[in-house]
T-cell receptor, first 118, second 112 residues
């Protein structure tokens, strides 16, 4: 099946700094990628939808100036958490959607990035 | 997307079949039933999906009732590595840029 990678897998940063998380589709092109956040013992919550070459669409309550998303190519989307605070500590997961072919519009998930803000 | 209801937790003995139910009484005719699972601290993993007919793959079987208001995911011979949270999701298939709406899922514990 299609493979999605995330980097880094874990990151610890100080409060006030920015952190960039990369999401790559390794063997397919993804015009659409999604970013989710998951707090401990909770389900995945959609943060934003990232479309290649256009601005991301953010879910209600998600600050677009704090969570910057760039989908510059068909295989890479980045999420930058700006001026991170301890409450931003979470598990961030991306998914990439295939576009065309036998598995049209299926979603494949990355392994997640554990962010800890101290 | 239609809402789904799943039991919060289930236990299953290793080697036995795990049957995970899901209610989706408001499902519409063109919505598919998808199952994903999430092992602790990992990204969700696709398991199976179906529309009307029962489906089977190397991981599991999906049984959908005739009225499509409920379904059951069957892991025929559960192993300890099947311990995970299982999510039943109803969504449109194809031509859809919609994200998956994860509910609370069922936490399956497979015991020795």
């Amino acid at each position: 099946g299609a493979v999605v990678s995330q980097h880094p897998s874990r990151v610890i940063c100080k409060s006030g700094t920015s952190v960039k998380i990369e999401c790559r589709s390794l063997d397919f092109q993804a015009t659409t990628m999604f970013w989710y956040r998951q707090f401990p013992k909770q389900s995945l919550m959609l943060m934003a939808t990232s479309n290649e070459g256009s601005k991301a669409t953010y879910e209600q309550g998600v600050e677009k100036d704090k969570f910057l998303i760039n989908h510059a190519s068909l295989t890479l989307s980045t999420l930058t958490v700006t001026s991170a605070h301890p409450e931003d500590s979470s598990f961030y997961i991306c998914s990439a959607q295939t576009s065309g072919g036998p598995s049209s519009y299926e979603q494949y998930f990355g392994p997640g990035t554990r962010l800890t803000v101290t | 997307d239609a809402k789904t209801t799943q039991p919060p937790s289930m236990d299953c003995a290793e080697g036995r079949a795990a049957n995970l139910p899901c209610n989706h009484s408001t499902i519409s005719g063109n919505e598919y039933v998808y199952w994903y699972r999430q092992i602790h601290s990992q990204g969700p993993q696709y398991i199976i999906h179906g529309l009307k007919n029962n489906e089977t793959n190397e991981m599991a079987s999906l049984i959908i009732t005739e009225d499509r208001k409920s379904s059951t995911l069957i892991l025929p011979h559960a192993t300890l590595r099947d311990t995970a949270v299982y999510y039943c999701i109803v969504r449109l298939y194809s031509n859809s840029g919609y994200a998956l709406n994860f509910g609370k899922g069922t936490s399956l514990l497979v015991t020795p």
